[in-house]
């Protein structure tokens, strides 16, 4: 069984760095494309995903190691990222509007839409819905995370997530129903 | 049923958690409906780009910068040398007393190993080492000696910097 993340914690502040470099390579994924698509932004998520590390690396002796280091973690990228959005809003308010980060595709009809375009066409859509659909279907896609973890970090009731997940979901189907249209 | 009902229950008939007698209508409609099926093989394809997209690696670049970053505050700003295990070469040196020359000078026998990038040693396998060392010099060591060494006194040079 893979050593627990609370237990790398602990040896990381022991002082067994390596531990702390297995931690980022089991997260950095998760915490970049969290940033990515919360703020819509893959430049912005690369600082994100520094800045949080970085962070949690100083501030790894007051971890409380109860189970919950995912958690913990995926709540200080989204307050980092509420941060930037929040700011953003406050410019975007005194100028212009804002430019999403994935560009439409086209599909020529008639013709099945292959892997890379569809994950394009999913990335586009995503991009589309409001952020508290897509914070929750980035968490929802990492596959061993339960709702309820979910509803840890977002700090929403459970049935909330589920809901929100439920609808960011058929929404996606939606759209990529549309762009492939004679699919089986 | 009509298809507005089906597609507004699809996901939660995706994941089980419809009642039998709901979810045998909805496969009933499912059968004669093509529009419902295709939305339904879009749900599926939709969650799969979801894992795969959850996934997907930050650039190398991106991934180097942080490591490089990670390795300045670990290795300067905690936790304290006296207490980590993974050391550098300056802090053997530091920790066995022993000019960092030498130590550069014996590094083929060192247990060192690699660490993104840079060369370490782990400070348990420093210790076997040493101890090993010194029963390959002296049959077996003193205890007060090795208490000396643990506690990070004096260590003989010859332990480092003799060959065989
Ligand atoms: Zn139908």
Partial sequence: ?184 | MMCADVQQQLVHFADGELEPARAREIERHLAQCAKCRALLGALGRADGALRALAREEPPAEATQAVRGALCDVLEHEQPPAARREIMTLDEVAGYLRIPIEDIIESMGDLPTFELAGHVRVRRTRLLEWIEERERAHVGSIAESDLARILSGGLLPRRIVAGRG
């Fill in chain 1, 1 to 184: 069984m893979a050593v627990s993340d609370d237990e790398l914690m602990r040896r990381y502040v022991e002082g067994d760095e390596a531990a702390f470099h297995m931690l980022f390579d089991r997260y950095r994924a998760l915490v970049y494309n969290f940033a990515r698509y919360m703020l819509n932004d893959p430049f912005r998520a690369e600082d994100i995903l520094q800045d949080t590390f970085l962070s949690v690396a100083r501030s790894a002796p007051r971890y409380r190691p109860e189970g919950r280091f995912r958690t913990w973690l995926l709540r200080i990228v989204r307050n980092r990222c509420l941060n930037l959005l929040e700011a953003d809003r406050a410019r975007r308010a005194a100028t212009i509007r804002e430019r999403p980060e994935f560009p439409a595709i086209e599909t020529s009809p008639g013709r099945r839409i292959e892997a890379a375009e569809r994950m394009a066409a999913v990335r586009e859509a995503l991009s589309r819905l409001p952020e508290r659909q897509r914070e929750a279907l980035v968490l929802y896609g990492f596959d061993s995370m339960s709702y309820d973890e979910i509803a840890g970090v977002l700090d929403v009731p459970i049935n909330t997530v589920k809901t929100i997940i439920h609808r960011g979901r058929a929404a996606l189907a939606r759209a990529i129903q549309d762009k492939e249209p004679d699919a089986p």
